[in-house]
């Protein structure tokens, strides 16, 4: 979870996403749900979006950015395109789940949900995915110089993020406030 999420931990990236591999499927809801009770005072929530032959794609975000971001005119204009109804958080996460399970590929506007600029999630979806600009976390099609500056301090609370578990430092003592 470090290694995949900090950013997202640190506050400074709205969501992440990461695979879980499982043998018992109730054990691994009971560890979501242990997740929850531990992060939630700390502005963040875990949930699995899609489940496959004993793996979990789980969604660690920070509820309070996503509803600023999806609340984004540019965002909502690119949901509402994409038959979000609302750009409500629980019903827009509830609209991504389903997209996410009837489709073989991920769903576009999922960088929406990252936290990735709309400018660069629209340019993902009107380019398919070719002509961008610079690529780290997700394609740029916009800013590549604030792009390059953001993937450096992912990458940065990464690396830092990773050596102080190493150190022996809990996921909770690592998750910021927010």
């Given at each position: 979870?470090?290694?995949l999420c900090?950013?997202?931990?640190?506050?400074?990236?709205?969501g992440?996403?990461?695979?879980?591999?499982?043998?018992?499927r109730e054990?691994?809801?009971?560890?979501?749900?242990?997740?929850?009770?531990?992060?939630?005072?700390?502005?963040?929530?875990?949930?699995?979006?899609?489940?496959?032959?004993?793996?979990?794609?789980?969604?660690l975000?920070r509820?309070?950015?996503?509803r600023?971001d999806?609340?984004?005119?540019?965002?909502?204009?690119?949901?509402?395109?994409?038959?979000?109804?609302?750009?409500e958080?629980g019903?827009?996460?509830?609209r991504?789940?389903?997209?996410?399970?009837?489709?073989?590929?991920?769903?576009?506007?999922?960088?929406?949900?990252?936290?990735?600029?709309?400018?660069?999630?629209?340019?993902?979806?009107?380019?398919?995915?070719?002509?961008?600009?610079?690529?780290?976390y997700?394609?740029?099609?916009?800013?590549?110089?604030?792009?390059?500056?953001?993937?450096?301090?992912?990458?940065?609370?990464?690396?830092?993020?990773?050596?102080?578990?190493?150190?022996?430092?809990?996921?909770?003592?690592?998750?910021?406030?927010?």
């Amino acid at each position: 979870m470090v290694r995949l999420c900090a950013p997202t931990l640190a506050g400074m990236k709205t969501g992440s996403l990461y695979n879980y591999s499982y043998s018992n499927r109730e054990a691994m809801m009971k560890s979501v749900r242990g997740w929850n009770r531990r992060l939630r005072q700390k502005g963040v929530c875990l949930i699995p979006l899609r489940f496959s032959a004993g793996t979990a794609l789980l969604y660690l975000f920070r509820p309070a950015l996503l509803r600023g971001d999806l609340q984004c005119e540019r965002a909502s204009c690119i949901l509402r395109e994409l038959g979000y109804g609302s750009a409500e958080c629980g019903r827009c996460l509830s609209r991504l789940i389903e997209r996410i399970r009837d489709m073989e590929s991920f769903p576009h506007e999922i960088g929406l949900f990252l936290g990735y600029p709309p400018e660069d999630v629209e340019g993902f979806i009107q380019n398919r995915a070719a002509g961008f600009k610079t690529v780290g976390y997700w394609k740029v099609y916009g800013d590549a110089g604030k792009a390059e500056r953001t993937f450096r301090k992912y990458r940065k609370c990464t690396d830092l993020y990773c050596r102080r578990l190493r150190n022996g430092e809990s996921v909770e003592r690592l998750t910021v406030n927010r």
